[in-house]
């Protein structure tokens, strides 16, 4: 069929091509996947495919690499990071071997059938932290005087919506917040929160060291805690992944 459309002054894709976009793209990826894995069969290499948020990225995958490698030294693996709902996505389409999210306690779970195993990794917690010359302009209880910026997750975003449901951002709100910054990325949410610009939500296993060594200043007491999951899902069909996560 053609690939184009071709009008004056305009080309694009045929609106077929358009309309299944995705889907097309996912077909491509599937068959690099397959065909990756018989390149690792026939070199007598396993290959795992691992999926996780940027957020996770950070700090708490390589931890997970490092588990696997070390239960299977010669194991491959490939990591591929996207925001929460991407990685659903690919997971469900069958183009990774595990999937590493966050879940939100007392939030609704990922609605998988009984096909699909679910184990927590860890426990971990967002957090509001502020740095830079902010830390230094707290009241003695370590709240923020006055009016105070806030770095801001877009709504559509999985921490923005979290936020936004437990009611924490409102409160911060009333009391003297107002939004200078809108990132969907923690990592950068975290480096503005150094930098000083405002207060930001932060996992806590990414600031860690940085609340260790006073760079952060935790203001959860005043603002609240909302607290998460790391959670690792596999295909039960998978013996692969199966076996990895129960030797973990």
């Known amino acids: 069929m053609p690939l184009l459309d071709r009008a004056p002054n305009r080309v694009g894709l045929h609106p077929t091509l358009d309309a299944n976009a995705d889907e097309i793209r996912a077909t491509i990826r599937r068959i690099e996947e397959l065909r990756a894995r018989l390149r690792s069969a026939g070199a007598g290499t396993a290959r795992l495919v691992v999926v996780t948020q940027h957020a996770l990225a950070a700090r708490i995958t390589p931890d997970a690499l490092g588990a696997i490698h070390r239960v299977e030294p010669t194991m491959t693996m490939r990591l591929r990071t996207m925001n929460r709902e991407d990685c659903v996505s690919f997971f469900v389409r069958g183009d990774a071997d595990l999937l590493m999210i966050y879940e939100a306690r007392g939030f609704p779970p990922l609605p998988f059938d009984d096909s699909i195993s679910r184990r927590v990794w860890m426990p971990d917690t967002l957090i509001p932290v502020c740095g830079g010359a902010m830390r230094h302009s707290l ?9 105070f910026a806030i770095i801001r997750y877009p709504e559509d975003s999985h921490f923005g919506q979290l936020v936004s449901r437990s009611g924490n951002e409102t409160a911060m709100m009333a009391a003297g917040g107002h939004v200078v910054v809108e990132t969907a990325f923690s990592v950068a949410a975290l480096e503005l929160a150094l930098a000083g610009i405002g207060v930001a939500w932060i996992p806590h296993s990414m600031c ?31 013996r692969q992944a199966q076996q990895i996560v129960a030797q973990l």
């Open 139 to 147: 009241a003695s209880d370590q709240k923020p005087k006055g009016r």
């Open 208 to 238: 860690i060291r940085k609340l260790a060594s006073g760079e952060l200043v935790n203001l959860g007491a005043h603002f609240g805690l909302i607290p998460l999951d790391v959670s690792l899902f596999h295909a039960k069909k998978n």
